[in-house]
Structure formats: structure tokens, C-alpha cells
Nanobody, 119 residues
Framework: QVQFLESGGGLVQSGGSLRLSCVASGFTFSRYAISWYRQAPGKERELVAGISTTGENLKYEDSVKGRFTISRENGKNTVYLQMNSLKPEDTAVYYC????????????WGQGTQVTVSS
């Protein structure tokens, strides 16, 4: 069964940093692009960043460009999201899923990890 386990969230002051991790299982990890999404209260889930199978191709939502960095370790079935210069508007629950432009395993969202940025 496909599973995504997100971790690394927390409470941080504006300007701070966090590193999120996503461990995936139940599919051949190295054959899929992986993306991070976030959902703030009262808003729809949105794509934050995506990484191709080899890490050669990256994409970022405009508001996080230059502040967030996505990376992956295929040997560990893990994708990371390094978040720097955090802003209060980054507050959300962060999720990962396979797919590059849209999530593939939509029936298997994980619990997510809460990121709260105080001003």
C-alpha cells in the first residue's frame, strides 16, 4: 500500500528555518517525481515544490522561490524540503505525494506535518 510519512514541522519565528522530510513506501520511489503540497486553514491544497526522478528538474510555487529547496535521496525513499526565511503566510499543513504537476496517489495522503510561523 502506498504510504507517505511527513515530519519535521513545528513552530518557528518569522525568518526562521525548518527542514521537512517525506518517507514514501508502497511504490518504486525512484521511478516517480515527488512533490510537496500545503494546505492552510480555509484554503485549498496547493503545490509548493516538485522534484523529478533524478532530481534534475525542479519546480517551485512563485512565493517560495529562493527560500525553499526540494531534494531527494532515492536510496532512502525520502524527499526533503528545506525552508528558509519563513513567513507567517507559510503556515500550513505540509504533505507530499508522487507526481510532478499534480498528485498521483490522491487516495493515500499522509497525515502531513504542521508548520506554524509566528510574526
Amino acid at each position: 500500500q502506498v504510504q507517505f510519512l511527513e515530519s519535521g514541522g513545528g513552530l518557528v519565528q518569522s525568518g526562521g528555518s525548518l527542514r521537512l522530510s517525506c518517507v514514501a513506501s508502497g511504490f518504486t520511489f525512484s521511478r516517480y517525481a515527488i512533490s510537496w503540497y500545503r494546505q492552510a486553514p480555509g484554503k485549498e491544497r496547493e503545490l509548493v515544490a516538485g522534484i523529478s526522478t533524478t532530481g534534475e528538474n525542479l519546480k517551485y510555487e512563485d512565493s517560495v522561490k529562493g527560500r525553499f529547496t526540494i531534494s531527494r535521496e532515492n536510496g532512502k525513499n525520502t524527499v526533503y524540503l528545506q525552508m528558509n526565511s519563513l513567513k507567517p503566510e507559510d503556515t500550513a499543513v505540509y504533505y507530499c505525494n508522487n507526481g510532478f504537476t499534480r498528485p498521483i496517489s490522491t487516495a493515500y495522503w499522509g497525515q502531513g506535518t504542521q508548520v506554524t510561523v509566528s510574526s
